[in-house]
Structures are given as structure tokens and as C-alpha cells.
């Protein structure tokens, strides 16, 4: 069992920066890929980026490719989302996740509650 709570969410200007982190507890965090998604208000939940157990590959939505990077720490059982040059669109609750399989097909096990971030234009 996993249990994932996420953190720095917020409000900021369209053009800005915001890291979010997602701390786990629980077991054998370094054997997850662990990903984050995000839903806007009327739109189903989107897959945001995700990463590899070891931190070796990463994998990202077309939408925030070049503006967000995906990172994780093992030995803090963490992972973050830095997200540089945000626009209005990227407004959503974001949510961690962690599952198993290869970095393109993951069956996504655990959810975290989400964080607000706002984007204001």
C-alpha cells in the first residue's frame, strides 16, 4: 500500500513557475514509475508526465513538453513536477500517482488527493 500527498500548489501568473512535490509513505517506493495528472474543471483527468523507478527515463503529454520536468528522490520516497512557463490552459488540480509496468504502459495503482494550481493571464 502507498499512500501519496501532494504539495506547492497554487496561484500564479501566466509565465510563471511552480513546483509541486508528492511525498510517499508506505513500501518500496523506488519500485514505482510515478507520474503525475491533472484535471480542469469539465475535462476528464489527463495524464501530465511520468518517470521511471529509477529516474532514468522520463515521458511527457505534448502539452507541457519543454515547460515541465518530472524528478523523483528515492531516498526521500518523492517526487516533484517543475513547471516553468505556465499558461492559463494549465490550470487543473494536479494529482500524483505511482503503479507499475513499462513507462508508456502503466497501470496506475495509487492516487494522491490533488493540489490546486492556478494560472492567471
Known amino acids: 500500500q502507498v499512500q501519496l500527498v501532494e504539495s506547492g500548489g497554487g496561484l500564479v501568473q501566466a509565465g510563471g513557475s511552480l513546483r509541486l512535490s508528492c511525498t510517499a509513505s508506505g513500501r518500496a517506493f523506488s519500485m514505482y514509475v510515478m507520474g503525475w495528472f491533472r484535471q480542469a474543471p469539465g475535462k476528464e483527468r489527463e495524464f501530465v508526465a511520468a518517470i521511471s523507478w529509477n529516474g532514468g527515463s522520463t515521458y511527457y503529454s505534448d502539452s507541457v513538453k519543454g515547460r515541465f520536468t518530472i524528478s523523483r528522490d528515492n531516498a526521500k520516497n518523492s517526487v516533484y513536477l517543475q513547471m516553468n512557463s505556465l499558461k492559463p490552459e494549465d490550470t487543473a488540480i494536479y494529482y500524483c500517482?505511482?503503479?507499475?509496468?513499462?513507462?508508456?504502459?502503466?497501470?496506475?495503482?495509487?492516487w494522491g488527493q490533488g493540489t490546486q494550481v492556478t494560472v492567471s493571464s
Open positions: 500517482s505511482a503503479g507499475g509496468g513499462s513507462i508508456t504502459d502503466v497501470a496506475w495503482d495509487y
